[in-house]
T-cell receptor
């Protein structure tokens, strides 16, 4: 069974600074997807970034980037130039790739609560 | 605007009562999901459906039931058999039967059992 671990329950960062959220996972699968989802205080969760395991290049989306270390089973999220609107719960998630078509069944970590301070 | 609508946002229930949470989407997505969120526990999958009239159990389906009679709708019933129903419930949908893993979430429903 796959597991996702986020070891930092809470973090804080000053506005405009950079912060890194950690995520490790355990799987015997060779092909899979990893995600970071953001849940702001309004509670509607949204996808931040997505990484396919077979791609060596780290995914980036504007101020958000990941450090994907497949051998170490590590998938950290870096937020650059932090903004007040980045304050949220951040969830790391794993989905195995089914060659007949993935089913979208994500396994989530317990989350990291990030506070961006002015 | 396209999106997912969950109702009600807050719901109180007495022990022994069934309650149904509504989830409607106008994104024309094939797949829909129900997750349960507890403090410090992340999200856990209850049920999912990839097409109309078909659904599958997730990791914590006991005490819950669903139906998928229309593409747009995926209601969740929390039955009296669910031992600890107080939680935050999130509905989600995805296109392409979830192949990309990108889920679109509703704003959630908070159920409290008195």
């Amino acid at each position: 069974a796959q597991t996702v671990t986020q070891s930092q329950p809470e973090m804080s960062v000053q506005e405009a600074e950079t912060v890194t959220l950690s995520c490790t996972y355990d799987t015997s699968e060779s092909n899979y997807y990893l995600f970071w989802y953001k849940q702001p205080p309004s509670r509607q969760m949204i996808l931040v970034i997505r990484q396919e395991a077979y791609k060596q290049q780290n995914a980036t989306e504007n101020r958000f980037s990941v450090n994907f270390q497949k051998a170490a089973k590590s998938f950290s999220l870096k937020i650059s130039d932090s903004q007040l609107g980045d304050t949220a719960m951040y969830f790391c998630a794993f989905m195995k790739h089914n060659y007949g078509g993935s089913q979208g069944n994500l396994i989530f970590g317990k989350g990291t609560k990030l506070s961006v301070k002015p | 605007d396209g999106g997912i609508t969950q109702s009600p946002k807050y719901l109180f229930r007495k022990e022994g009562q069934n309650v149904t949470l509504s989830c409607e989407q106008n994104l024309n997505h094939d797949a829909m999901y129900w997750y349960r969120q507890d403090p410090g526990q992340g999200l856990r999958l209850i049920y999912y459906s990839q097409i109309v009239n078909d659904f599958q159990k997730g990791d914590i389906a006991e005490g819950y039931s669903v139906s998928r009679e229309k593409k747009e709708s995926f209601p969740l019933t929390v039955t009296s058999a669910q031992k600890n129903p107080t939680a935050f419930y999130l509905c989600a949908s995805s296109k392409d039967r979830g192949k990309t893993g990108e889920l679109f979430f509703g704003e959630g429903s908070r159920l409290t059992v008195l």
